[in-house]
């Protein structure tokens, strides 16, 4: 079975400073990896994946995220966070051995408040 | 990015009704759609992989009966909720598989509400 936790609910940041938004998976195999963000009342945008390779991936909107092997860990991070940054981020897995099942398994979702 | 249309965006409908909704990739072909469901403040529950030209397959706990699915084209899905009561309403976001790349891309989202 896999799975992902978000161990924050909410993450607070002032607008300028980095942001991390935490993630950590477990799967039986090697995992793809995914950064999803939620404006209110909309569906999910895709912000980065991981699939093979550098472990830092860069993404959308200045966001990137480093996977992590040892520690079974994908944390998004933004070097700089902006106001319009405030948002719901989901991190998704998907166990590449597991080639009967595509869909993603989400984790709960960290609601990001950038500050002005 | 690749871009998925599902509409309605919002409806509004009494007991005992049946809703359908409908999920388009506008810019590629979808051998493969994801139906979800999304509680308040919560994450996405999936409910059932939509497989072109064949039964969709669905999680457990879900009503196959209840949601049916129909995956008749490679660029569209629909879930249609059948005799919907309240404990339906719900947030419903459908997903499509590019195939290219291993990502989903979303729709918009449905909100329904049955009243």
């Known amino acids: 079975a896999q799975s992902v936790a978000q161990p924050e609910d909410q993450v607070n940041v002032a607008e300028g400073n980095p942001l991390t938004v935490k993630c950590t998976y477990s799967?039986?195999?090697?995992?793809?990896l995914f950064w999803y963000v939620q404006y209110p009342n909309r569906g999910l945008q895709f912000l980065l994946k991981y699939i093979t390779g550098d472990n830092l991936v860069k993404g959308s909107y200045g966001f990137e995220a480093e996977f992590n092997k040892s520690q079974t860990s994908f944390h998004l991070k933004k070097p700089s966070a902006l106001v319009s940054d405030s948002a719901l981020y989901f991190c998704?897995?998907?166990?590449?051995?597991?080639?009967?099942?595509?869909?993603?398994?989400f984790g709960s979702g960290t609601r990001l408040q950038v500050q002005p | 990015g690749a871009v998925v249309s599902q509409h309605p965006s919002r409806v509004i409908c009494k007991s005992g009704t049946s809703v359908k909704i409908e999920c388009r990739s506008l810019?590629?072909?979808?051998?493969?759609m994801f139906w979800y469901r999304q509680f308040p403040k919560k994450s996405l529950m999936l409910m059932a992989t939509?497989?072109?030209?064949?039964?969709?397959?669905?999680e457990q706990g879900v009503e196959k009966d209840k949601f049916l699915i129909n995956h008749a084209s490679l660029t569209l899905s629909t879930l249609t909720v059948t005799s919907a009561h309240p404990e339906d309403s719900s947030f419903y976001i459908c997903?499509?598989?590019?195939?290219?790349?291993?990502?989903?891309?979303f729709g918009a989202g449905t909100r329904l509400s049955v009243l």
């Open positions: 998704a897995v998907r166990d590449r051995a597991d080639t009967g099942r595509r869909a993603l398994t």
């Open positions: 939509s497989n072109e030209g064949s039964k969709a397959t669905y």
């Open positions: 997903s499509a598989l590019h195939p290219q790349g291993s990502i989903q891309y």
């Open positions: 810019d590629f072909q979808a051998t493969t």
């Open positions: 799967v039986s195999g090697n995992p793809y």
